[in-house]
Nanobody
Framework: QVQLVESGGGLVQPGGSLRLSCVASGVLFSDYSMGWYRQAPGKQRELVASFTSGRSIDYADSVKGRFTISRDDNQNMLHLQMNSLKPEDTAVYYC?????????WGQGTQVTVSS
């Protein structure tokens, strides 16, 4: 049973920064391509950043140049450094494997960008 636990969210002013972390247990993390997703109220969950097992990185256009994804396979961890945050980044952020065979979703971590 794979367990995903996200942390690092909070309330931040526009232009601020946060660093999210996700730890995965019950899986050989390095075998999997991983992503950060977010879901804003009333909207569908969307992929914002991905880091494949082959070390390829990609970002949604809305976060490109502001967010940086990284992974530590030794620690089974995925990170998302978020800079220059905007109110439209407000959402619950989740990590999971890429593709259509997602593991059970964790509780996510709330990011709220507001003055």
């Amino acid at each position: 049973q794979v367990q995903l636990v996200e942390s690092g969210g909070g309330l931040v002013q526009p232009g601020g920064s946060l660093r999210l972390s996700c730890v995965a247990s019950g899986v050989l993390f390095s075998d999997y391509s991983m992503g950060w997703y977010r879901q804003a109220p009333g909207k569908q969950r969307e992929l914002v950043a991905s880091f494949t097992s082959g070390r390829s990185i990609d970002y949604a256009d809305s976060v490109k140049g502001r967010f940086t994804i990284s992974r530590d396979d030794n620690q089974n961890m995925l990170h998302l450094q978020m800079n220059s945050l905007k109110p439209e980044d407000t959402a619950v952020y989740y990590c999971n494997r890429l593709g259509n065979r997602a593991w059970s979703w964790g509780q996510g971590t709330q990011v709220t960008v507001s003055s």
